[in-house]
């Protein structure tokens, strides 16, 4: 599905390269775990291959296809959950998925509760995103990666910062991701989490 070719990257003015001559391929429905450090560039590459940084040395192909000639359609199959929240704090949960779902145009609002559902967060739909506990928050962040019903998902260190249990639902949510045939590319400085998957 994903070849990463001799990638490599670095920021303005850094002394070290952030990614350097990566290259490595990613099955269709596999669950790739990467692992380590802060600042390892683990993030990077995620940002790298879901086309929110530019591709400067080296190339990124699915399916044989270079990333930036992906059609809209094709682009739509692949979701992304950041490590930082990525909704509207002072909008609602749903409204959250709402105005995601509209950037995807899926107006199927079965959708949206099977999310809900899915991210146990239907008793909280009607709570503005800012007043949900942190594993709330990273379950409203994984809901809206999920949106478009991705074929590949990248999920950078979305266990950060959470309780116990939180992390554990999450987890095992991602596991059920793998068991739909659902590719998936983790990044966690967590080894046992990484184990788990």
């Not at 990463?4 to 790739?32: M, W």
């Not at 199927?108 to 739909?125: G, V, W």
């Amino acid at each position: 599905m994903i070849q990463i070719q001799s990638l490599s990257h670095r920021y303005p003015k850094a002394e070290t390269a952030a990614l350097d001559n990566v290259s490595f391929d990613i099955a269709d429905g596999e669950c790739l775990g990467l692992l380590g450090h802060n600042g390892a560039g683990k993030t990077t590459l995620m940002s790298l291959l879901a086309g929110l940084q530019e591709v400067r040395q080296g190339e990124i192909l699915f399916d044989g296809k270079p990333l930036h000639l992906l059609s809209r359609s094709e682009r739509q199959k692949i979701g992304l959950v950041p490590q930082d929240f990525a909704f509207y704090p002072q909008l609602s949960v749903w409204d959250n998925l709402l105005f995601f779902s509209s950037l995807y145009k899926v107006r199927d609002k079965s959708r949206l509760n099977a999310l809900l559902e899915q991210t146990d967060l239907t008793a909280h739909k009607n709570k503005a995103a800012k007043h949900l506990s942190g594993g709330l928050k990273r379950r409203l962040n994984f809901a809206i990666g999920l949106i478009n019903t991705p074929q590949l998902v990248f999920l950078d260190e979305i266990t950060v910062g959470i309780d116990p249990q939180s992390r554990r639902f999450i987890l095992d949510s991602v596991a059920d991701l793998t068991r739909q045939g659902v590719t998936v590319v983790y990044t966690s400085h967590y080894l046992s989490e990484i184990e788990q998957l």
